[in-house]
């Protein structure tokens, strides 16, 4: 359990990165990076939503 709270932190920290590279890209006209930058966080709060519902069924079966 301890690893798949470490795995949703890493994830929110990730999300939070993109983020701050998407608004500071935007900022500098780099359209690529958001672009890049939305993918991954697209990918990430995916995978963050399945770790969100595999955590969930763990504890409904205990």
Known sequence: ???KVALNVFYNIVI?????????A???GRYEYVLACAFIAGI???LKIRLIKEIR???NNK
């Open 26 to 28: 935007v900022e500098h």
């Open 57 to 59: 069924s763990m504890q």
């Open 1 to 3: 359990m301890g690893k």
């Open 44 to 46: 990430i709060i995916t």
């Open 16 to 24: 939070f990165i993109c983020i701050v590279v998407i608004w500071s």
